[in-house]
């Protein structure tokens, strides 16, 4: 019996070593398909990126739309009536009027008036072929001198292009986090895969030699059982872990796009990278928590936020004001409508007018105002919660990256611990003192482990992707800072 068990120890020699080489080493058909290979095809191609990088543009048109309320606006009236072969009134008023950042809004116009029935108020005189321009300004002195409803809004728009910026940085960061951690369950479901492909094989070539020792009287019946038995367990574990694969596969193309932005499915001949053992120390947890005061998404939008009803709380204070609008406008200066130019003077040929009103109660306004201090204090409530949540999550986060960290490393001992007593087997069973049982218990032991060092790689760069997430940080590739 002693020859068959030295062929069957080769086996086992040489099947359980293979088992310890990197992915690396498969056949020539199977290519890498890397982690920044992936991320970048993630940033580039993603609809939902896509989509993300559409709010700044969208941002950008609101501003666009508040800075209207400053486009100079060409204005035109005409007013004609005729009645009984009589014309009562012909009315005609041109003008151009440019608003500006500061409350004063010019305005120069053109004016004729003609008519039997004309209202005394619209006359021209008829030396200048009733016709007239005007030129002036109104002012308002009261309400709006610091801030009006129109230049509240540009402001506003700014904030929110700033918020689109900080909303875009969110969206895209909570993909890319997926799309990372579907990426290391990919790893692990293959590499799982491929571990038990393995085993397979060593339990078949167990199988197939015990099966021959029985046959020549060197083996027990019940050997060749419990050959069959962990051969059909095997394979049980392999077609489950293939499974797992395919979804992970399938899972992983949802990040996948092409130029045309077409859906690409993971061909079957690509693999995931591998991973080395790496310890993480490229940054520490109080840096992380100063980044993510300084820039996280969740809190820049609630500081813009705040930034926006600032400056609703400047124009409800505004409006508490009496409204009181001076407007001055110079007649036929220092030009006329034939072309004659005269001397410009503030006493003669001019239009004055003011408007004042004043709620007595201002109860509307008083109500504006105080309901934006509360939605203020509302605010820096839900600020102050969320930074202390993200800090609590980032240290939770490191404290779990780095547990993880640690078992990972005592998880690789372990694997090799198990490679040492399945040699210190193989040697018992060279000198009679072991057997078949005692070599399948190693192995499945051995398996187990290495199985469960994939699953800890697998969870230490989700964890490292999961802390930067929670950082606000969009992280790139395999983090390796020794």
Wanted: hydrophobic content about 40%; aromatic content about 10%.
């Amino acid at each position: 019996m002693k020859p068959l068990f030295l062929f069957l120890l080769a086996i086992i020699s040489i099947s359980t070593h293979g088992q310890t080489q990197s992915p690396d080493k498969e056949m020539d058909s199977i290519q890498v398909f890397s982690f920044d290979a992936f991320y970048a095809m993630v940033l580039q191609y993603h609809p939902i990126v896509q989509q993300a990088d559409l709010l700044p543009q969208q941002a950008a048109q609101d501003l666009r739309l508040a800075r209207g309320a400053f486009d100079p606006k060409l204005e035109g009236a005409w007013d004609f009536k005729d009645f009984n072969e009589t014309e009562y009134f012909n009315l005609l008023d041109v003008s151009l009027k440019v608003p500006l950042w500061f409350p004063i809004d010019p305005k120069i116009g053109f004016e004729r008036n003609t008519g039997t029935y004309l209202n005394q108020e619209n006359f021209i005189s008829d030396k200048t072929d009733n016709q007239q321009i005007y030129a002036g300004v109104s002012i308002p002195i009261g309400k709006g001198l610091f801030i009006d409803k129109r230049r509240a809004t540009v402001r506003q728009a700014l904030v929110m292009q700033e918020m689109a910026e900080a909303e875009q940085v969110k969206v895209i960061n909570k993909i890319l986090l997926k799309a990372v951690k579907d990426y290391w369950e990919w790893y692990l479901a293959y590499n799982n895969f491929v571990l038990m492909e393995q085993s397979i094989v060593l339990a078949q070539d167990i199988f197939d030699r015990t099966k021959m020792g029985f046959e020549y009287g060197e083996v027990a019946a019940m050997d060749t059982v419990q050959a069959k038995i962990t051969l059909l367990t095997r394979i049980t574990d392999m077609q489950q872990a293939n499974i797992d694969r395919a979804k992970a596969a399938l899972t992983l193309s949802n990040h996948l796009w092409n130029t045309d932005g077409a859906p690409l499915e993971l061909a079957e001949n690509l693999r995931p990278q591998n991973v080395p053992l790496s310890d993480f120390n490229a940054m520490a947890a109080e840096q992380l928590v100063t980044m993510a005061r300084e820039n996280h998404p969740e809190i820049q939008k609630l500081r813009l936020k705040n930034n926006s009803l600032q400056i609703e709380r400047s124009l409800a204070k505004e409006m508490l004001k009496p409204q009181l609008d001076v407007g001055y406008y110079l007649l036929d200066q220092p030009l006329a409508p034939q072309n004659e130019t005269n001397e410009v003077t503030f006493q003669d040929n001019y239009k004055i007018g003011v408007d004042f009103s004043f709620p007595i109660f201002l109860r509307k306004e008083r109500a504006k105002l105080r309901k934006n201090s509360l939605k203020i204090d509302a605010n820096q409530f839900k600020q102050e919660y969320t930074e202390r949540k993200i800090v609590n999550a980032i240290n939770a986060e490191y404290v779990n990256l780095i547990n993880t960290g640690t078992i990972l490393s005592q998880q690789q001992s372990m694997v090799d611990a198990y490679e040492n007593l399945l040699d210190a087997e193989r040697l018992n069973l060279q000198n009679g003192e072991s057997d078949l049982f005692k070599i399948n218990i190693q192995i499945e032991k051995l398996i187990k482990a290495r199985s469960k060092l994939f699953k800890l790689r697998s969870s230490y760069q989700k964890s490292i992707a999961q802390l930067y997430w929670e950082a606000g940080v969009a992280r790139l590739g395999i983090e390796e800072v020794k």
